[in-house]
């Protein structure tokens, strides 16, 4: 007969299907897609720089030196992993507009009698919209042989949010505790109500000033434009006599392509630290910011290369 060890390590899941109950999985071929790409451009980058290969000209676009090999890697580093967390922070909004109901209904359970094991496991069978996959994986991982308080913060960890985290470590510490589990679950799940309906005011107040950074970050490209399209070439070119003779040889040093150079690491700058800024007025974390910086660094390069011809 087999041993009690030895029935136990056979209900053990395999590495992958532990990497995919928590959720690392994903993440790690999130990463991988977004390393890969980005290792290729820059040394596409190096190898223009060192004259292995030439840029492209493509209708009358030069395409492919140094500077746009840095600007596509930026672009993969945060349009892949920008928008797949994108992607996540929407589900996660989803699933804390759920947990409530979830919560509310594990004490529905509790007062009925069943043990949170079986509460879980019959909360399981129902419907919470994209909260439900979710509730599956903690019930999968308590039949695989973890305890309650292990799946439940395997399940606060993946989805990494102050509400989940704050409502399981009560759930948690209600179950250590014993007493009347009912009443702190229900008064955990009126909090998480109205922790969400708090969520969902300010970030219906805050959407206006991520507009407002978008109009910011355009009207400082469209002047951008207009300056080194007129101005900047007429005061360095040939109306450009009265600058140098208050300059001296200063100006003799200063080309156009100095100042458009100057203007567009000054854009490029300014759009990854706008878009951070319109991530945290969004959804308060860095993580929101990132699809902004691909965004905002996508509109300045375009501008520039069809504007300025940088």
Same mark, same amino acid.
């Given at each position: 007969?087999?041993?009690?060890?030895?029935?136990?390590?056979?209900?053990?899941?395999?590495?992958?299907?532990?990497? /995919?109950? !928590?959720?690392?999985?994903?993440?790690?071929?999130?990463?991988i897609c977004t390393a890969v790409p980005s290792v290729i451009f820059l040394l596409l980058g190096l190898m223009?720089?060192?004259? /292995?290969?030439?840029?492209?000209?493509?209708?009358?676009?030069?395409?492919?030196? #140094?500077?746009?090999?840095?600007?596509?890697?930026? #672009?993969?580093?945060?349009?892949?992993?920008?928008?797949?967390?994108?992607?996540?922070?929407?589900?996660?909004?989803?699933?804390?507009?759920?947990?409530?109901?979830?919560?509310?209904?594990?004490?529905?359970?509790?007062?009925?009698?069943?043990?949170f094991t079986k509460a879980i496991m019959y909360a399981s069978r129902g419907n919470y919209g994209v909260l !439900?996959?979710?509730?599956?994986?903690?019930?999968?991982?308590?039949?695989?042989?973890?305890?309650?308080?292990?799946?439940?913060?395997?399940?606060?960890?993946? /989805?990494?949010?102050?509400?989940?985290?704050?409502?399981?470590?009560?759930?948690?510490?209600?179950?250590?505790?014993?007493?009347?589990?009912?009443?702190?679950?229900?008064?955990?799940?009126?909090?998480?109500?109205?922790?969400?309906?708090?969520?969902?005011?300010?970030?219906?107040?805050?959407?206006?000033?991520?507009?407002?950074?978008?109009?910011?970050?355009?009207?400082?490209?469209?002047?951008? /434009?207009?300056? !080194?399209?007129?101005?900047?070439?007429?005061?360095?070119?040939?109306?450009?006599?009265g600058l140098q003779g208050t300059m001296g040889n200063v100006s003799n040093m200063i080309t156009v392509g100095?100042?458009?150079?100057?203007?567009?690491?000054?854009?490029?700058?300014?759009?990854?630290?706008?878009?951070?800024?319109?991530?945290?007025?969004?959804?308060?974390?860095?993580?929101?910011?990132?699809?902004?910086?691909?965004?905002?660094?996508?509109?300045?390069?375009?501008?520039?290369?069809?504007?300025?011809?940088?």
């Open positions: 007969m087999e041993s009690k060890k030895d029935v136990e390590s056979m209900k053990q899941p395999g590495l992958v299907k532990r990497m /995919v109950a !928590t959720g690392q999985l994903t993440r790690l071929t999130i990463y223009v720089q060192f004259g /292995v290969i030439g840029p492209l000209v493509i209708g009358g676009f030069v395409i492919g030196t #140094l500077l746009d090999y840095v600007i596509f890697t930026i #672009l993969i580093a945060t349009g892949v992993f920008g928008f797949y967390e994108a992607i996540r922070i929407h589900k996660v909004r989803k699933i804390n507009d759920r947990f409530p109901d979830f919560v509310r209904d594990l004490a529905e359970s509790r007062r009925a009698g069943m043990t !439900t996959p979710e509730i599956q994986k903690i019930a999968r991982q308590i039949s695989w042989g973890s305890s309650v308080d292990d799946a439940l913060s395997s399940f606060a960890k993946r /989805v990494n949010t102050k509400l989940i985290k704050r409502t399981i470590s009560l759930i948690i510490e209600a179950s250590r505790s014993g007493g009347n589990v009912a009443d702190v679950l229900d008064a955990a799940s009126r909090d998480a109500r109205e922790i969400r309906y708090l969520e969902k005011e300010r970030r219906a107040s805050m959407l206006s000033y991520v507009a407002i950074i978008y109009v910011g970050v355009v009207v400082f490209l469209v002047i951008i /434009v207009i300056l !080194t399209s007129n101005l900047i070439p007429a005061m360095l070119g040939t109306g450009g006599q100095d100042i458009n150079s100057l203007f567009f690491y000054a854009a490029m700058i300014q759009s990854i630290g706008m878009g951070v800024v319109a991530g945290i007025f969004e959804d308060g974390n860095f993580q929101a910011g990132i699809k902004h910086v691909f965004i905002m660094v996508l509109i300045g390069w375009i501008i520039f290369k069809a504007g300025v011809g940088i």
